[in-house]
């Protein structure tokens, strides 16, 4: 089992920054790929960014360039760092872990980011 926890969210103005986090737990093992997904009310949930272990990242096509994923081993954390926000990016952003970038097994509860115009 593997615990995920997020923090960071919060309010920030149009243009701003932001970083989250997400520290795991447990079974380290098990999150070889971390990654962040989204979900805006009345939408589904949708990729953000994904990396591996060894640092390949994936992202989103159209958050490219504003948002930048990584990970520090040593504190078992993956952070998002969000620039230049829109409003168009408020939304629940969910901590993931897995074997995979397909297949992530374990999901954090959930940080709310509002932009404001």
């Known amino acids: 089992q593997v615990q995920l926890v997020e923090s960071g969210g919060g309010l920030v103005q149009a243009g701003g920054s932001l970083r989250l986090a997400c520290a795991a737990a447990?079974?380290?093992?098990?999150?070889?790929?971390m990654g962040w997904y989204r979900q805006a009310p009345g939408k589904q949930r949708e990729l953000v960014a994904t990396?591996?272990?060894?640092?390949?990242?994936n992202y989103a096509d159209s958050l490219k360039g504003r948002f930048t994923i990584s990970r520090d081993h040593a504190k078992n954390t993956v952070y998002l760092q969000m620039n230049s926000a829109k409003p168009e990016d408020t939304a629940v952003y969910y901590c993931?872990?897995?074997?995979?970038?397909?297949?992530?097994?374990?999901w954090g509860k959930g940080t709310l980011v509002t932009v404001s115009s």
């Open positions: 993931s872990a897995g074997p995979s970038g397909l297949r992530m097994d374990y």
């Open positions: 447990g079974n380290i093992f098990s999150t070889s790929f």
């Open positions: 990396i591996s272990r060894g640092g390949s990242t």
